[in-house]
C-alpha cells in the first residue's frame, strides 16, 4: 500500500530536549516536505527537498532542521524545542511533474512543556 | 505571493442539506487548485483538484469549478451526510511560485448532524 508514515504519532517533551520525527514513504517520490498546522493558521511549510542531499527552508523553518541521506525518509530536527513548536506535524510527499498530488502522512502531536 | 482565502467556519449542517465552502486565491499565473478533507484524527487526503480554467474536480459527490475570472474555487454538494464531518482545506501550488509547494486557506470545519 502506497503510504507515508511517521512517528511517533504522538510526544509530550519538555523545552531544551532533542527530538526527531521520523518520515518515511514507499513510493519512490523525489520531492517531500513538512507543514505544522496550527488552528486559524491551516497548514504552514517548514522545510521541503526536492531530492536526495537537496533540502531548502518553508516558510517557517525557525528551530527546526531537516536531512534527506535516503529517498524514502526525511526526518525533521527540533535541536532545542520551545513550547511555541507545539503543533500538529505532517509529512508529504509526491512524484514528479507527472503528478500534482500530494500524499501526506497520519501526523505526529507535538507537546512542549 | 501566493494566497489562499476560505470561509471560516465552523458550518453546521442537518444531513441532506447543500454545502457550499468558499474560496478564493490570489496568484500570478495559473494554479493547479486542491482541496483537502481532513476527518477527525487523520491526515489530509486529496479530495478533488483542477489544474486550468473551467476545470471541474469531483470526487465523492463533492465539485467544484476553477474559475479565473472571480479566482475562486468554491467546494460544493447537494446533500450531505454525518460521514463528510471533517476539516475541508482550499489549496494551490504554482501560480507563480512553486510547483510542488502548497499553499493552504486557513480550513472549514464543518459538522453534519443526523
Known amino acids: 500500500e502506497a503510504q507515508v508514515t511517521q512517528n511517533p504519532r504522538y510526544l509530550i517533551t519538555v523545552t531544551g530536549k532533542k527530538l526527531t520525527v521520523t518520515c518515511s514513504q514507499n513510493?519512490?517520490?523525489?520531492?517531500m516536505s513538512w507543514y505544522r498546522q496550527d488552528p486559524g493558521l491551516g497548514l504552514r511549510q517548514i522545510y521541503y527537498?526536492?531530492?536526495?542531499?537537496?533540502?531548502d527552508k518553508g516558510d517557517v523553518p525557525e528551530g527546526y532542521k531537516v536531512s534527506r541521506k535516503e529517498k524514502r525518509n526525511f526526518p525533521l530536527i527540533l535541536e532545542s524545542p520551545s513550547p511555541n513548536q507545539t503543533s500538529l506535524y505532517f509529512c508529504?510527499?509526491?512524484?514528479?511533474?507527472?503528478?500534482?498530488?500530494?500524499?501526506f502522512g497520519p501526523g505526529t502531536r507535538l507537546t512542549v512543556l | 505571493g501566493n494566497s489562499v482565502t476560505q470561509m471560516e467556519g465552523p458550518v453546521t449542517l442537518s444531513e441532506e442539506a447543500f454545502l457550499t465552502i468558499n474560496c478564493t486565491y490570489t496568484?500570478?499565473?495559473?494554479?493547479?487548485l486542491f482541496w483537502y478533507v481532513q476527518y477527525p484524527g487523520e491526515g489530509l487526503q486529496l479530495l478533488l483538484k483542477?489544474?486550468?480554467?473551467?476545470d471541474k474536480g469531483s470526487n465523492k459527490g463533492f465539485e467544484a469549478t476553477y474559475r479565473k475570472e472571480t479566482t475562486s474555487f468554491h467546494l460544493e454538494k447537494g446533500s450531505v451526510q454525518v460521514s463528510d464531518s471533517a476539516v475541508y482545506f482550499c489549496?494551490?501550488?504554482?501560480?507563480?511560485?512553486?510547483?510542488?509547494?502548497?499553499?493552504f486557506g486557513k480550513g472549514t470545519l464543518l459538522t453534519v448532524n443526523p
Open positions: 508529504a510527499s509526491r512524484g514528479g511533474q507527472g503528478s500534482n498530488e500530494q500524499f
Open positions: 513510493m519512490n517520490h523525489e520531492y
Open positions: 527537498s526536492m531530492n536526495v542531499e537537496v533540502t
Open positions: 496568484a500570478t499565473g495559473y494554479p493547479s
Open positions: 483542477a489544474t486550468k480554467a473551467d
Open positions: 489549496a494551490l501550488s504554482g501560480g507563480g511560485g512553486s510547483n510542488y509547494k502548497l499553499t
